[in-house]
């Protein structure tokens, strides 16, 4: 029998005989989600991780197409106005969007689709694909994450005090989430992550 993915709009609905499964990892800033997905990616290249689209400049070591699409505004929001995202937000003077053509195909082609995104896009996210698994990340304390974002060097000073100033918000909405896994030791956070998704 076929099998029709859909989102709750309808708007990225698609026929497909044996669909996948869409994954958001979500959490504040810093508390080390991206460095989580790229251990969970080696150990399991099957998974599909979708590169967003940003307007945020590029820091030292990232590559256009691989850590992010980066775009201008201009740019971002003729694809928001086309319908080309499956969620966008601004977060900390930027905008982030998901691009929706790659994350449906792969997920129709059966794969294990993985978003790694804010609060407000994951919220999007939740209303528009209720089968969605999300799977929220804590840090083990607020001074602990203020130290990762920090120790990370890679934003300015203004950039870390916007991160933080929304992280506090974002942690009081862990609970909207299917899971919630504390990244205290890495080892034992990627093993959980690992658990929720391999059984
Ligand atoms: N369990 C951990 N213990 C100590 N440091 C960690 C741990 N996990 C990640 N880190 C470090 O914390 C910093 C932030 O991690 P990372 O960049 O992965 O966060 P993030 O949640 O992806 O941030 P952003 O949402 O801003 O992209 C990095 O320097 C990373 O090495
Ligand atoms: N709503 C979305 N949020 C996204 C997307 N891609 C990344 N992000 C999140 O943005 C912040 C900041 O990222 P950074 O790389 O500038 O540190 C972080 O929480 C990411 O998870 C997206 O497509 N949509």
């Known amino acids: 029998m076929m ?7 309808g708007a990225n609905t698609k026929e497909c005989p044996s669909p996948g499964k869409l994954i958001v990892l979500t959490g504040p800033s810093g508390v080390g989600k991206g460095t989580l997905l790229r251990s969970l990616l ?6 599909y991780y979708s590169v967003s689209a940003t307007t945020r400049s590029p820091r030292p ?16 929001e003729q694809l928001v106005a086309a319908g080309k ?23 129709c082609s ?21 089968s969605a698994l999300s799977i929220f990340i804590l840090p083990p304390s607020f001074n602990e994450l203020e130290k990762r974002i920090r120790s990370r060097g890679q934003d300015s000073q203004e950039a870390i005090a916007r991160r933080l100033q929304r992280a506090q918000e974002e942690i009081n909405a862990a609970n909207e989430f299917d899971i919630q896994i504390v990244n205290d030791d890495f080892e034992t956070a ?10």
Not at 3 to 9: D, E, F, G, I, W
Not at 42 to 47: A, F, G
Not at 61 to 76: A, L, P
Not at 190 to 199: C, D, K, Q, R, T
């Open 3 to 9: 099998q029709v993915l859909s989102s709750k709009s």
């Open 42 to 47: 080696q150990r399991h290249p099957e998974l």
């Open 61 to 76: 070591g990232e590559v256009d197409g691989k850590d992010y699409y980066f775009i201008s505004r201009s740019k971002f």
């Open 85 to 107: 995202f499956l969620e966008w937000a601004e977060f900390a003077g930027n905008y982030y969007g998901t691009p929706s053509e790659p994350v449906i195909d792969q997920i």
């Open 110 to 130: 059966g794969k294990l689709v993985v978003l790694e995104i804010e609060l407000e896009g994951a919220r999007q996210i939740r209303r528009s694909f209720p």
């Open 190 to 199: 990627l093993n959980s992550i690992e658990a929720v998704l391999f059984g």
